[in-house]
């Protein structure tokens, strides 16, 4: 049971880069939001 990470790859490495790609994403998107407000503020 110690290794279903290692065996399931195909799930595993699947959910892993949908959960990288989301949260680079929200990053840039907040990188984004933050730029526009001190745009804006200036």
Known sequence: MKNIA???WDNGSFII???FGFVVLAIITSVILLMNNDKKKK
């Open 6 to 8: 290692l065996v399931n």
């Open 17 to 19: 880069v949908f959960v």
